[in-house]
């Protein structure tokens, strides 16, 4: 990989649309040995489930809207302003309980979680998501499915 800086301008990004709303791909993998970086708009009724990185660690800074996080025995009702680092081996789920979006940005170390995204969003183009497809793609993805995730149509 040779050092290249990274600009992205508004409405220069690009990602995936899951569930109706944009994810875009600030930084991915193809830019950098260390992390992932997303902007994420979480659709209304959104949850991943409840699951669990074995080595990936995740940041979360809320911009706008309302989520609620479970990260091990903790519940956050997270507003904008609001900063979660989840280590690996720590059990969360994320849930925009709201009426409408959520937009958060996230990281994701190590790279490579861009590609998880672009699988689920084709999973869950055409309707209510397959649990043992979404199931089988987050073990390819370091993740531990504890709960299924869910979504309204």
Request: with cysteine; hydrophobic share 35%; proline share 7%.
């Amino acid at each position: 990989m040779t050092a290249k800086h990274v600009i992205r301008r508004p409405g220069e990004t690009e990602g995936v649309v899951l569930r109706g709303q944009p994810m875009g791909f600030l930084v991915t993998g193809e830019d950098t040995r260390h992390t992932s970086m997303f902007d994420w708009t979480v659709p209304a009724g959104f949850a991943t489930g409840r699951h669990v990185h074995r080595v990936q660690e995740e940041t979360f800074y809320m911009l706008e809207g309302e989520c609620e996080w479970h990260v091990g025995d903790e519940v956050v009702r997270a507003t904008p302003g609001t900063f979660l680092f989840i280590p690996p081996g720590v059990a969360h789920n994320i849930t925009n309980v709201s009426e409408k979006p959520a937009r958060v940005v996230m990281t994701v170390s190590p790279p490579g979680h861009e590609h998880y995204f672009e699988e689920l969003a084709k999973l869950t183009a055409s309707g209510p998501p397959d649990a043992k497809a979404i199931s089988a793609l987050r073990a390819r993805f370091d993740t531990d499915q504890l709960s299924a995730l869910t979504t309204r149509a």
